[in-house]
């Protein structure tokens, strides 16, 4: 081995050493106690998943480019997880007669996206992704919203910092479908379009629109459509979609959200007929946390119903409401918001046994049991340097107290526990 | 999609339903708990790693072979992480002059090894690695050797059930190359022979040890051989292999780690000379836990130190120990011994609260942010069903006590919460 190894991690992923797992035990944390709060229990599964898990909603080309996907020697076409959701479904539907409904679950896997290298975006991130399987209502819309909005509260930021966008499928499908009469494929191609609204300009995004709804000589259709992406409020909206007294079902549920959010206190949510979300699972109710800070406008949490999802396993079905959200973003917020772990406030023992020589190692080890019996964690310097360059080791990598074993201590059994902050001294006897 | 999916998991991997993950988190805490008082920091890294970073000390058969390696569209082979010690080795070597020493790292990754489709082995498993740098006197065997047996235990095995087998690659080195002259390729190959001594048949041991050791026509060496391995204990063995008075290096490195483990009240730690472990970058002591169940006799743990490993990276050499301990076997192990968590002992929630019909959705809700406030963790029923199913899923998903609410409650406010197993009932007000 005369070429040295780099140190380099692969393109596009990670490392983490101690102070990076510590703000993702941080982060892991605020999503495992809300979940827990609401009674979601974590499940997990493999990264490894079968190719066709995906083929069947995001289609070939999206599998192909956009996912590490392999053949494995058994010929078996192998991805590696690029979302959990296909993956919880697979599961509640092997069980799905064995299950309690409702059934909450929540999960935070690591998940893999092969972004072109030359992007230089993550190709492995860890997202919460939280699902309540078996409830009907909307209740599992404000349930998760909920939760989201505490998730968010706990990464530092105030209502006045984000907002919550409730949209709808019903609805979107509806103008697209029923309102302008487009086929499943030109429904898909506006939605996406729609999706993609405010970062186009106004004439590339009007002309494209116009191709789509395929009505360039009258143009009513494209005028009836920007009306009602342009209407300010959902009144406004509801006034500009209303064909008739009958009110539409997707506007009865986004009302009932809106409302319920309300009542619970959740001032912040608003709706947004622009929100679309990516997946093509969702059925019913979209909706995304959007951190509305100029300096990082974005989305925070996404999520929705996605009733139809569990079909593709066969048997009766399973109304399902689930959302993610990504560490990367969490890490973001908790550093612009002030809330992240500082090194010196996680650090890795309560006391540092400080020693002498290697004659004293055999009595430090019966201290440092006795004191990890009860209940401290302790560390040994091995090094058996000058106990100055040991002390300035315990301050480095941030351990509040030491203890110093010497012949005389040993000797004697008189020992001191030395707070470095404050210089104060605690007398211990073995 | 006429074609209904498979719910299977994709070959040798498992799915963890929220039962198999709270034993999972179990067998984590013991871990965590174990290397948190021990002053480890816990680190991370990608499943994602160069081919190379394997290559080099595992060489290019077993990347191919064993493990799951692909190359992506920027033509760089990528290997999905069979150990994390050449990983653990990289990071350190990255940041070797800005890292305190003694450096205790640990960290609990997912690894992949690509057995054969038809041997039905596990392809993901969970692994605790341990490391230790920086410390060059053995000390830092001691001190994993130590938190290994505290782990075990903490498995429910009692000293009796396990013992340590404490090996040196020092020694077994001095006997290939030294004692009878082989050279590194001879060596290596009765190395991997000694390791498979016990699971030989007698005959076919010896003839192929004479084989490699090309003594056939006067049988000495082979002979010598046959008297270290079949020694009794190390006493005998180091009067076997004493040549002259003074005492091989690795010989009192032995008899100083047993002495050491003794004092430290751990009896249950023995010289094996036939425990060699596979990986090629050990260098000094080798070591294991070794259970000696009759049902399972088998390796928990095992680890050693690994002076050299970091040389790959170029700069300074940085000693090393460590070891590892695989989440199967120590399922199985606390299975065994009768210390797995109950589900019913792993609740999702503390209140399942009942709702009897839609109207009382938002009151409930009410009710759940007030006992959630409270520390409490709360689950809602929202199938509308009978109360007494509602009840029945309670009890299915193991959650200990039930609010019930109807019209009446919600006018008066009065709420009863009752613990299904006893039957008590206690007041509450919202």
């Known amino acids: 081995m005369s070429k040295k190894l780099s140190t380099e991690a692969y393109k596009g992923v990670r490392d983490f050493y101690p102070e990076d797992m510590a703000v993702q035990n941080q982060i892991f944390t605020i999503w495992r106690n809300v979940a827990e709060k609401f009674g979601y229990q974590e499940y997990n599964a493999s990264v490894l998943e079968p190719a066709d898990l995906y083929r069947a909603k995001s289609g070939e080309e999206i599998v192909n480019d956009q996912t590490y996907t392999f053949t494995d020697r058994g010929e078996r076409e192998v991805t590696l997880r690029p979302e959990i959701t296909p993956t919880v479904a697979r599961m509640v539907a092997a069980r799905k007669r064995e299950l309690g409904y409702p059934l909450r679950w929540y999960s935070i896997p690591n998940l893999f996206r092969y972004e072109q290298p030359q992007r230089g975006r993550i190709r492995e991130f860890w997202q919460l992704n939280v699902d309540i399987f078996g409830v009907d209502s909307l209740q599992a819309e404000i349930e998760t919203i909920q939760m989201a909005y505490e998730i968010t509260k706990a990464y530092g930021l105030t209502d006045a910092d984000f907002e919550i966008r409730i949209s709808s499928r019903k609805i979107l499908n509806h103008i697209t479908q029923t309102l302008f009469g487009l086929d499943f494929e030109k429904s898909q ?47 406004e909206f509801t006034q500009n979609l209303q064909q008739s007294a009958e009110e539409h079902e997707g506007i009865r549920e986004t009302r009932e959200v809106l409302q319920a959010l309300e009542k619970l206190g959740i001032t912040n949510a608003r709706f947004d007929q622009t929100l679309v979300r990516g997946s093509d699972y969702y059925t019913g109710i979209i909706f995304e946390v959007f951190d509305k800070n100029p300096l990082n406008r974005r989305s925070v949490f996404g999520g929705g119903r996605y009733d139809d999802l569990l079909d593709l396993f066969g048997g009766e079905k399973v109304p399902a409401v689930g959302f993610g959200a990504g560490d990367v973003i969490a890490r973001d917020l908790l550093e612009t918001y002030g809330k992240i772990v500082k090194p010196e406030s996680s650090f890795p023992a309560d ?11 055999e009595y430090a080890q019966d201290v440092a049991q006795a004191l990890r019996g009860k209940g401290k964690r302790v560390a040994l310097d091995y090094s058996f340097r000058k106990i100055g360059d040991q002390i300035k080791n315990a301050n480095k990598i941030h351990i509040p107290n030491i203890i110093c074993i010497g012949e005389e201590e040993v000797k004697t059994g008189n020992l001191k526990i030395k707070n470095l902050a404050t210089g104060n001294e605690e007398s211990y006897k073995l």
Chains 1, 2 share one sequence.
Do not use: R, W
């Open 351 to 361: 006391i540092y046994i400080c020693l002498m020589n290697k004659e004293v190692a």
């Open 189 to 235: 191609k506006l939605l996406k379009l729609t999706d993609k609204k405010n970062k186009l300009p106004t004439d590339v995004f009007t002309a494209t629109a116009e191709g789509i709804l395929g009505d360039v000589p009258e143009g009513k259709k494209i005028k009836q459509f920007l009306t009602l992406l342009n209407s300010q409020n959902f009144e």
